[in-house]
């Protein structure tokens, strides 16, 4: 039981933290869907103290006062650690840097530890941190002997546990990952989901974060096709060769997109939604959202969808400024430097959003992003989205939707070919089509 008493503990102190969408960076570089960090426990005494009377009891019942002439701390977080331990064991003590200082003694240990000292080491956690390993060659090279090693957590990731064993040296920690998952599960402080996740991360930590992406990537692929012909279903887009759309710019196209039509059709206008947030989280990363803004106004439905759904402020920006009222562009509260997720339509030349995105950049906004339902694919667009140093993300393209479009036989394989020539040059795509006779 003293496991999972441990690990409730933890929690108690909130020194679990998880992300399973968002991972967390060790130092070695690996993701990890779960951070635990022990250090909070200085912050509580009551709880610091039974931690230590468990380490204490642990120490008299497996290793011996009498066994140990010093206790060393692993860098910083085995100081605290070490002291707590020496303070109540009334024994010497020392702690061991993970690099040796530039100044002064130029030391890599401070306090006393000699040759033939028997160490007792303590770290928090074993996991994929190299203090651990950096402290044992440091002990070594003095000629001390580490008798034992204690931590108070390991997440199983078994690196320092084999570096142990091949030392030869005895370790212990008072509780670990799956006691954690346990009690978490017990007292519902994570959902199912983020307790498997958390267990596929276990099964293969190193492979984990890139097997992640590859799920998302296929399932952002499969997404496409599936959102294109939700926007063919409804007819947000239709193709029409006989008699091409004229858009506001003077361009004669024969495709023409409303994701408008979407609000009339909440089923549909849902599974594009989900997909969207599914695509925030996942991909985006929601922890680089602070605010959701629409582009006026085809736009603006999306954003407000989305931020209720996820629980975000949102503005949306409008294509001019007022001749009246506050003479702005933004609608809504924008702290500055809060970080603006701008959710667009439909991508043509790119305008409207690279538009809104200044807009909020002067006034004090960060815009990183844009999502869009649907894009056309211009280089223009590319270029202007490189240029602004903006991340386009898309959940459907030019391309996907031409191809469903033939398969679901919205239109013949031969008005593919006219509707990718424009697609390639769509100013000139107008001359073309009169000298073809149209």
């Known amino acids: 039981m003293q496991k999972e008493r441990v690990a409730e503990i933890l929690l108690d102190m909130d020194a679990v933290s998880l992300n399973p969408t968002n991972p967390f960076k060790y130092a070695t570089g690996m993701f990890s869907p779960i951070y635990t960090d022990c250090r909070v426990m200085t912050s509580y005494p009551k709880k610091r103290k039974i931690i230590v009377d468990l380490l204490v009891e642990h120490i008299d019942k497996k290793i011996g006062r009498k066994n140990i002439d ?27 840097r993970t690099t040796t200082k530039d100044h002064g003694r130029k030391r890599q240990i401070e306090g006393l530890l000699r040759k033939g000292d028997r160490v007792l080491l303590i770290g928090d956690i074993f996991s994929a941190r190299m203090d651990i390993v950096i402290s044992v060659e440091a002990i070594k090279k003095v000629g001390a002997k580490i008798v034992y090693c204690l931590t108070i957590f390991t997440d199983h990731l078994g690196f320092i546990e084999d570096f142990l064993e091949k030392e030869k040296i005895k370790y212990h920690a008072l509780t670990n990952l799956k006691a954690l998952l346990l009690v978490a599960s017990i007292k519902k402080k994570i959902t199912d989901e983020e307790r498997e996740r958390v267990e596929e991360w276990m099964k293969n930590p190193k492979n984990w ?22 926007l063919l279903k409804i007819k947000a887009v239709t193709l029409n060769l006989k008699e091409p759309y004229r858009y506001v710019s003077g ?26 947030i599914y695509t925030i989280i996942n991909k985006i990363g929601i922890q680089k959202v602070d605010v959701i803004a629409g582009t006026a106004t085809a736009g603006i ?22 001749e009246y009222g506050k003479f702005t562009r ?8 809060d970080e603006v997720l701008i959710i667009e339509d439909l991508i043509s030349t790119g305008g409207s959003s690279l538009s ?19 894009t056309y694919e211009m280089e223009k667009a590319k270029r202007g989205f490189e240029e602004a140093k903006i991340t386009l993300t898309t959940l459907t393209d030019f391309s996907t939707l031409v191809d469903v ?5 919205y239109i013949k394989p031969e008005g593919k070919e006219i509707v990718l020539k424009w697609n390639k040059d769509p100013a000139g795509w107008e001359e073309k089509f009169k000298k073809m006779g149209k």
């Not at 890139?210 to 939700?230: F, Q, S, V, Y």
């Not at 933004?330 to 430097?337: A, D, Q, R, S």
């Not at 002067?362 to 990183?368: C, E, L, Q, W």
Request: hydrophobic fraction near 40%.
């Open 405 to 409: 479009a033939v398969k679901k036989k």
């Open 70 to 96: 010093v206790i060393v701390g692993t860098a910083h977080s085995g100081v605290s650690l070490a002291t707590y331990l020496a303070q109540r064991l009334q024994m010497p003590m020392a702690y061991i």
């Open 301 to 322: 439905s999306h954003a407000a969808y989305i931020a209720e759904k996820l629980g975000l402020p949102m503005i949306y920006v409008k294509s001019s400024v007022d």
């Open 330 to 337: 933004i609608e809504g509260h924008l702290n500055h430097g």
């Open 251 to 276: 361009i004669l196209s024969p495709i023409y997109t409303d994701n408008r039509l979407l609000m009339s059709y909440p089923k549909e206008w849902k599974e594009v939604i989900d997909s969207m």
């Open 209 to 230: 974060d890139k097997i992640r992406r590859n799920d998302i990537e296929k399932k952002l692929d499969e997404n496409k096709e599936k959102i294109a012909e939700i």
């Open 356 to 374: 809104s995105a200044q807009a909020i950049r002067d006034n004090r906004g960060i815009v990183k992003n844009c999502l869009a339902i649907f």
